[in-house]
């Protein structure tokens, strides 16, 4: 059972905008802990995609935005591409020298 | 730049002991935390533990009875020990530097600290098969 909650799927049709929310149980997600983002397509290793909570690695597009409110953290996809169908996932230092993943969202492009 | 080669067992029988290397080229082991990760077939991904170039360990509670992550920083290298396993660690295992660390952020008089923890490099991972 993953301390950090997702949406199992979300999806939208190309050029759409969505959002993947990640919610923290025991203070995973709160005021002090930043979260990072991963992007996975099937078969491959995850790709860093948002640290910090809002920052981007060199060369990850733009398109990917990552912001917090509260103990929910968000990952928005902007101007989606059928590039980006994928899994994704949130991990958050969850406190006592222990990090944690969200359970993933499976995003498709309609 | 930072890369990460992993490698160990591959096929194991329930009881045997896991054993996976990882060895990092390209930088320094002292300014990161070093760790495991494994994602089970069809699920999602699970942190295992971590380890600093001091050979500080942390491990998920889970899993703390049966892993140990060793570090050789003369070899650039660092391990997974996962024993008496079962069919339910099956897994791929990834190998992947950490960043982490903390800040202070000041807002209308008030100072509050801020931590970040990501994984920026990965190894290719290695297919572990737990089967009699």
Not at chain 1, 81 to 100: N, R, T
Not at chain 2, 23 to 48: A, K, N, T
Not at chain 2, 65 to 70: D, G, K, P, Q
């Amino acid at each position: 059972q993953s301390a950090l909650t997702q949406p199992a799927s979300v999806s939208g049709s190309p050029g759409q905008s969505i959002t993947i929310s990640c919610t923290g149980a025991s203070g995973a997600v709160g005021t002090y802990n930043l979260v990072s983002w991963y992007q996975q397509h099937p078969g491959r290793v995850p790709k860093l995609i948002i640290y910090e909570g809002t920052k981007r690695p060199s060369g990850v597009s733009d398109r990917f935005s990552g912001s917090k409110s509260g103990d929910t953290a968000s990952l928005t996809i902007s101007g989606l591409q059928a590039e980006d169908e994928a899994d994704y996932y949130c991990c958050s230092y969850a406190g006592s020298d222990f990090a944690v993943f969200g359970g993933g969202t499976q995003v498709t492009v309609l | 730049q930072v890369q990460l080669q992993q490698w160990g067992s591959g096929s194991l029988k329930p009881s045997e002991t896991l054993s996976l290397t990882c060895e990092m080229s390209g930088g320094s082991f002292s300014d990161h935390l070093w760790s495991w990760i494994r994602q089970s077939p069809g699920m999602g991904l699970e942190w295992i533990g971590e380890i600093t170039h001091w050979g500080n360990t942390a491990y998920n509670p889970s899993l703390r009875n049966r892993v140990t992550i060793l570090i050789d920083t003369s070899k650039n290298q660092y391990s997974l020990s996962l024993k008496s396993v079962t069919a339910a660690d099956t897994a791929v295992y990834y190998c992947a530097r950490v960043s982490t660390g903390s800040f202070i952020v000041k807002s209308g008089g008030v100072t509050t600290p801020h931590y970040y923890y990501y994984m920026d490099v990965w190894g290719e991972g290695t297919t572990v098969t737990v089967s009699s």
